[in-house]
């Protein structure tokens, strides 16, 4: 009998960290889907995923990198990123360098956890995250257990 090959390209939305491991300021190591990323909240509480290195020189933006309001500074030249993955400023330069952007993931959070889109094609999100804990609505949060 003919075995079916399994489609091995992942595509849909995945549960990547606990939301309070991710607190505003926070830079949170991860690995998934073979690639290195980061996931950081701002100021105002926005968090993002993006691949880890960055697009200057390379630097591990996960070591070292600090949340300034609503941008992540990369520690080894201070080149800023914004949370669509784009360099909004250079300190040394006058202007940032549009051409340059690190690839970020959609993201939501719901029921205390942070999921991120993933597609190996790179299609967009076609379809929401199911809310399947709200079912559970007992007033206990993960920290209860
Ligand atoms: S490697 Fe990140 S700013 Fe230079």
Redesign the pocket.
Known sequence: MAKTPLPMKPTGWFQVAWSAEIRAGDVHRMTYFSTEMIAWRSASGQVTVMDA???????H?GHGGTVDGEIL???????EWDNQGRNVC?PYEKRPNKGRRIRTYPVTEHSESVFIWFDENGRAPYFEVADVLSGFDDGRSAADY
């Not at 290195?53 to 630097?59: D, I, K, Q, T, V």
């Open positions: 290195y960055c697009e200057h020189l390379g630097a933006l500074r990369c520690p080894f030249h201070g080149w250079i």
